[in-house]
C-alpha cells in the first residue's frame, strides 16, 4: 500500500470534515486500515480501525461518536468523518495499514500499524 491523506483544514469547534486516504498501491482490500493522530507535543494515538471488508470498526473512546470510519475498496480509497469536532482534535491526522496482510482482528495499537501515509493538518479552533 501506498497512502496519502487529505481533506485536512481549519474549522471552528462543532464543525465537521471528512479526511480521505487514497492508495495507490494494488493491495488495498487486503488489509484492516486505521487513522490516528499526533496533537503538538504528544504521542501519536489511536483514532479509528476498520476491517478488510469495511463491516467492523472500532474507535477511541475520545471519538466515539462523533467520527465515522469507512471504506470504498473498489475506489482503494478510506475515509474518517469528523462531526461535533472539539479543540482537542487538533493534530495531524494519518492514515495507515495493518502491518498484517489478511489480519484476522482488528487492531489499536500505533506498532500494530505500517505504510503510514503523509499526514494532514486538522485544527479546531474555539
Not at 476491517?51 to 478510506?78: C, E, H, P, Q
Not at 495499537?109 to 486538522?122: H, N
Amino acid at each position: 500500500v501506498q497512502l496519502q491523506a487529505s481533506g485536512g483544514g481549519l474549522v471552528q469547534a462543532g464543525g465537521s470534515l471528512r479526511l480521505s486516504c487514497a492508495d495507490s498501491g494494488h493491495t488495498f482490500s487486503n488489509y484492516n486500515m486505521g487513522w490516528s493522530r499526533q496533537a503538538p507535543g504528544k504521542e501519536r494515538e489511536f483514532v479509528a480501525a476498520i476491517r478488510r471488508s469495511g463491516g467492523k470498526t472500532l474507535y477511541a473512546d475520545s471519538v466515539k461518536g462523533r467520527f465515522t470510519i469507512s471504506r470504498d475498496n473498489a475506489k482503494n480509497t478510506m475515509y474518517l468523518e469528523m462531526n461535533n469536532l472539539k479543540p482537542e482534535d487538533t493534530a495531524v491526522y494519518y492514515c495507515a495499514a495493518d502491518r498484517l496482510i489478511l489480519g484476522p482482528t482488528m487492531r489499536s495499537r500505533i506498532s500494530d500499524f505500517g505504510s503510514w501515509g503523509q499526514g494532514t493538518l486538522v485544527t479546531v479552533s474555539s
